[in-house]
């Protein structure tokens, strides 16, 4: 009897184990464009896309339900030829929580233009990282490699290199495919140019202050507010540095769109010699969003 019990609790135990994946993701598949009284297929399509995003186990780690990653998923259907053929935007976005604090800081977001694919009703998505199946799954594998890196990234130093690595495997096996976006020669911002820049030597510099600005500064902040932004402030002339060296590249755009907001909130509260300080980083840093910062300055 003390067996089968035993036995019991263990398969319990497995299904947990299997049930508590990685992404908790939120699936929004929007189609105001779509003239269409039949709408099945749209919600068809957004339940296949949550199932495949929380459904799968995107890290090597034993994530907990607790631990499991935010993010959102926002197709909006642009064209539909009544069949399986469908063009559309896809918005991602990621965030974390702040250490002792009911706060979630934006990791990731991107506004995807090039999403090309096929989908049947009722289909399941498949995926694998030996070859290029489908631009479906491709593209959803990709983001949701980039968000476990930059999740890990936040809270270990370089501790999203196999994740960052991962995407760029399927940005590999993608370029076999007619599809836009994978390639060097599909635009300056796309998912070939961000994968490229995650894995470049010279963005190492925005890796390590990924985890410094989160693990060194936020996570300090609920107990000691002056103590984490000193240390944010400190790090901030790093972002000069990387403008310098490629301007309008494609990480550096991304991760200002993620942050120009909260680097103002952050500084509200400081003194004006700190306030600023980080105003003339950040319009040197990041010029594009220098009027934003200019409110630094009026506070």
């Known amino acids: 009897m003390m067996i089968k019990l035993c036995l019991y609790l263990a398969l319990c135990f497995c299904s947990c184990a299997a049930a508590a994946q990685d992404l908790n993701a939120r699936v929004e598949v929007l189609s105001p464009k779509i003239q269409t009284a039949n709408k099945r297929v749209f919600k068809s399509l957004e339940t296949a896309m949550r199932d495949f995003l929380n459904g799968r186990k995107w890290s090597a780690d034993a994530i907990q339900p607790s ?29 974390r929580p702040v250490y002792n604090a009911s706060y979630n800081t934006t990791l990731l977001s991107v506004n995807d233009r090039d999403f090309d694919f096929t989908y049947t009703e ?7 990282n030996q070859n290029f199946q489908s631009n479906l799954a491709s593209v959803m594998a990709y983001y949701a490699y980039l968000i476990m890196a930059m999740d890990y990234d936040s809270f270990s130093r370089f501790g999203g290199t196999a994740y960052y690595a991962n995407a760029q495997t399927v940005v590999i096996n993608a370029q076999s495919s007619s599809y836009k976006g994978w390639k060097a020669f599909d635009g300056n911002t796309n998912r070939y140019w961000l994968s490229e820049n995650t894995m470049n030597k010279t963005y190492i510099p925005l890796r390590s202050f990924l985890y410094d600005y989160h693990r060194n500064g936020l996570d300090v902040m609920a107990d000691d507010a002056a103590a984490g932004r000193k240390t944010i402030t400190g790090i901030l002339p790093t972002l000069t540095q990387l403008d310098r060296q490629r301007v309008g590249a494609t990480w550096p755009t991304l991760f200002f769109l993620a942050k120009r907001n909260e680097f103002v909130n952050l500084y509200t509260k400081a003194d004006p010699q700190e306030r600023l300080q980080a105003m003339n980083i950040l319009n040197q840093a990041d010029p594009a969003n220098g009027n934003l910062y200019q409110a630094l300055q009026q506070r």
């Open 122 to 128: 009722g289909q399941t998505i498949d995926f694998n």
């Open 67 to 95: 631990e499991k990653i935010d993010c959102s998923f926002i197709l909006n259907v642009t064209a539909w030829d009544n069949g399986t053929s469908f063009s559309g935007e896809l918005q991602v976005q990621s965030s």
